[in-house]
């Protein structure tokens, strides 16, 4: 069975940092373009940062130079590492696993900054 589970989340206030984790189980994730994605209170869900299976990574402009996406081949774990956090980055941050026609996603965490 296929998982994904996001942790890392909780309230930081703004300037913070926070590490998010995505261990997956019953895949290989290296195999997997991974993307972080988030989903703010009454808003749609955006793309925020990627990691292709080649170890390519990309970032939204919104939030460049602030996150980092990395991988962990041997702990079949993606992280997103988050500084300098503003309260616009509060939101349910969701963990999604792609190779087509496979898709799966985490149930996502929570992160909350204050101001």
């Known amino acids: 069975q296929v998982q994904l589970v996001e942790s890392g989340g909780g309230l930081v206030q703004a300037g913070g940092s926070l590490r998010l984790y995505c261990a997956a189980s019953?895949?290989?994730?290296?195999?997997?373009?991974v993307g972080w994605y988030r989903q703010a209170a009454g808003k749609q869900r955006e793309l925020v940062a990627t990691?292709?299976?080649?170890?390519?990574?990309n970032v939204a402009g919104s939030v460049k130079g602030r996150f980092t996406i990395s991988r962990d081949n041997a702990k079949n774990t993606v992280y997103l590492q988050m500084n300098n956090l503003k309260p616009e980055d509060t939101a349910v941050y969701y963990c999604?696993?792609?190779?087509?026609?496979?898709?799966?996603w985490g149930q996502g965490t929570q992160v909350t900054v204050s101001s």
């Open positions: 999604n696993a792609n190779k087509v026609p496979l898709n799966y």
């Open positions: 019953g895949l290989t994730i290296r195999l997997y373009a």
């Open positions: 990691i292709a299976n080649g170890g390519n990574t």
